[in-house]
């Protein structure tokens, strides 16, 4: 019976010893891991016109240039965001966007800010190809309430689709990728559970004596 409940506590020590990281999770705020994890590509330049593609991002609609506060009204400050006053892109009356990354990222994120003065409901639904990932479901507002819309999945993200359920269109800013290892090295385990099992042997034998 003793032998029962070792096994039992090495193999939760080897369970808990396994990342935290689930297959899909979001990051309130663009603080801390996040930020240590990602490259922060920006928000275009300001000012210059329309452009289709902030790499590694590719747009399925033209976004315009726009800052704040000059030519876009309000964003939203830090902690929430990285910035009060950033560079943004606005959709020009499309109410849906999807992102398409260009190079290899398993953490995908930015700010978005309805253009309306108002409270809508925007979806981020991220995939891998054809398979989704997860989905974040906000509630950014239009008067200084812009929010983060980020997320790591244990799997590349290929793109990410934009939806304002509140058909209003929308602007993005600080558009940010990275790739990180999301489980250990092989190695690293095996010598975690050698150390398990070889504590294991110590205390059977203490038992025995």
Not at 67 to 87: D, F, K, L, Q
Not at 151 to 163: D, F, G, K, P, R
Not at 190 to 202: E, M, P, Q, R
Request: charged share 10%; hydrophobic share 40%; proline share 6%.
């Amino acid at each position: 019976m003793r032998l029962v409940k070792l096994t039992t506590l090495i193999a939760l020590c080897l369970v808990l010893s396994l990342p935290a990281f689930a297959g899909f999770t979001t990051f309130a705020t663009p603080g801390g891991y996040y930020q240590a994890n990602t490259i922060d590509y920006g928000g275009g330049a300001g000012s210059g016109g329309a452009i289709t593609s902030l790499p590694p991002f590719d747009f399925s609609v033209a976004l315009d240039q726009r800052n704040v506060p000059g030519s876009w009204a309000t964003w939203n400050c830090p902690p929430a965001t990285y910035s009060c006053t950033p560079n943004v892109l606005y959709t020009q009356g499309a109410t849906s966007l999807t992102l398409t990354l260009t190079s290899a990222a398993n953490i995908v994120g930015f700010e978005l800010e309805p253009d309306a003065f108002q409270t809508d409901h925007v979806t981020a639904e991220y995939f891998n190809g054809s398979t989704p990932l997860g989905t974040i479901d906000l509630f950014p507002n239009g008067s200084a309430g812009a929010l983060l819309f980020a997320a790591q999945a244990s799997q590349n993200i290929t793109s990410v689709v934009i939806t304002d359920l509140s058909s209003d269109d929308f602007a993005i800013a600080q558009l940010s990728a990275g790739r990180v290892t999301t489980t250990p090295e092989p190695g690293s385990i095996l010598l975690f559970g050698s150390g398990i099992l070889g504590l294991a042997g110590v205390l059977r034998r203490k038992m025995n004596l």
